[in-house]
């Protein structure tokens, strides 16, 4: 009597540390994101020459600003979709003395898009095919007169441009 209580007991134990660590069929497991969200759209509005600030506005806060590398700005992504493999993404933007964008390193380039990949959409590779003979651009055919093309491109035509104005920096004196 004694042995089948003990020996139900084990059977017990056993069969629920078993369950504990079977993942159950159907089961939703939440995407787990963390860091800064980096597209391929903010890497190709950076230009060479921006100062911290227009970097700041177009990438938001950097996620790790080291103390030994002052002109190093590091922002780091990750994603793990539910119950899959986690993904990586690092870009580091480099400023020269003078706070002015001076380089980019890390998995983005400009021009070389990885979001699908990041996002979990279609495999996208990047590789280095031949270069093919580019065909020749068909001239345009001119706006038939009286057509909303015409007048659309008459408008493109006569259009000034504006100066964009630039905001005067906020003081930074306590009143």
């Known amino acids: ?39 391929q759209d903010m890497i190709d509005q950076l230009k060479p020459g921006m100062t911290r600030r227009q970097v700041r506005f177009i990438m938001g806060n ?21 119950g899959g493999q986690r993904l990586q993404e690092r870009v580091s933007v480099v400023f020269d003395n003078n706070d002015q964008l001076i380089g980019l390193a890390g998995d983005f380039m400009p021009g070389v898009s990885r979001d699908e990949a990041i996002l979990g959409g279609e495999s996208t590779t990047t590789e280095v095919k031949p270069e093919q003979p580019k065909e020749q651009p068909k001239p345009e055919e001119p706006a038939a007169p009286g057509s909303l093309l015409e007048k659309i491109q008459k408008e493109v035509d006569t259009a000034e441009p504006v100066p964009v104005p630039i905001p005067e920096p906020l003081e930074t004196s306590p009143q």
Do not use: E
Not at 24 to 39: A, E, H, L, R
Not at 63 to 82: C, E, K, M, V
């Open 1 to 39: 009597m004694q042995n089948t209580k003990l020996l139900l007991n084990s059977l017990t134990l056993a069969g629920l540390l078993a369950l504990a660590g079977c993942s159950f069929p159907g089961v939703y497991k939440i995407d787990i994101q963390q860091g800064n969200v980096v597209t």
């Open 62 to 82: 950097p996620l790790i600003t080291d103390t030994f590398h002052a002109n190093r700005w590091d922002y780091l992504y990750s994603i793990q979709p539910g």
